[in-house]
C-alpha cells in the first residue's frame, strides 16, 4: 500500500536528511485539523498511554503523570525543564498541578513557542523558550529534572545531546525520557520490518535513525549520568497507534481522501506512512513474515550522581 502510494524507493532517497523543521511546518495541518481535533487534546503531539488497552484521551496526560511521579520520588524539585516542548501540553499541565515549581519550555520552532505561549499565558510558574537542546543554551541550568517527550531521538550527536542534558542538571537531578527507541538487530527480524523500520525514520525525519536503549545508556554513561530506570511502554501506547492506523487506511483505501491530502506538503503527506505502519512496528508479526518488533516505546530515567 505504500509503494502503491508514495514509492518506497523515492522515499528512501531521503534517509539521513536533516528535516526537523521543515516537517513539523509542513504537518501544521496534520497536527492541529486531524489529529488534535480527532484523536488527542488541544496542543498534544504525543501518543497517549493507556495502560488498561482501552483509547481514552486521558492518555495523553500520562506522561505528564509520569514525571510528576519523578519529582515525587526524587523528594519533590523546584526547577524543571522540557526540551522539544511543542506546544507545551506537558509542561502547562505540571506547572497547573505544581503551582511552587517552576517550569521551563524549550523548542525548536517559533511557532510551537509561540503556541505554548498564549496557551500558558496565566500561568505564572510556566515560560518557554525558542532554541535547540543541541546543546542546550548555556543560561539553562541549575534543573532538578530535565524531561523530553518523543523529541531526543531528534538528536543528531548523541554525546554532544547527554553532556548538554547532563550540564542543565544540578548533583542529583534527574533526566526522564519517552520515546522510540531501535530494538536490537539480532538476525531475527524479516527484512519487511527492517524496510518498515527505514520508512518511520524517513516519515518523521529521524536523520541519524532510532538508537537502541543500550546506546542512550552508554553516551548518558559517557556524560556522567547512571541508569535509573528503563521501563518498555509499548503495550500502553497500542490503542492509540490502532486508531491512527484506522484513520490511514482510508486514506490508502478511499481516492476522495487521498485527493483531499494532496493540498498538504510531500512531508505532511508521509504522516499516512508512519501512520500505517506503526502497529506492525511496535507489535511484531506473527504471520507467514514472522518478526519481532523493531521498535518500542520506552520510559528512560537517569541520574546525575550527588557527588558529581
Ligand atoms: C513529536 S513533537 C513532541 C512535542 C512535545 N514533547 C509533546 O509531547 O507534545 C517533537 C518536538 O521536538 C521538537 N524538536 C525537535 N528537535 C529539536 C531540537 N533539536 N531542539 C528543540 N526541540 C526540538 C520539535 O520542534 C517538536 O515540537
Redesign the pocket.
Known sequence: MVDRVFDVDKMLKDEGAQV?EPY?QQSVLVYEQFYEKYLSVP????FALNYDGVFDRKGFYG?ARGVARQMERMGGASQVL??????G??TIRLAQDHPDVSFTG????PA?VEKARGRAADLGNASFVQ????PLPDDLNGFDLAF????LC?SVDLDAVCQSLARALRPGGRVVIFDCFLNERDGTHSQDMLLATRLLEVGWGISQGYRTPARWVEAMERAGLALHWDYDETAHILPNLRKLQDYSVRFYNDWKVRLQARILPTLGQRNAVTALLMPYLFEGAEDDEASPPGVSYRRMVFRKPVAA
Do not use: I
Open positions: 526537523t513539523y496542543g498534544c503531539m504525543h506522561q522540557e526540551v522539544g516542548c511543542g506546544k501540553l506537558n524549550l523548542d525548536l520552532l510551537h532554541g535547540s537542546f543541541e523530553g517527550v518523543e523529541t531528534y
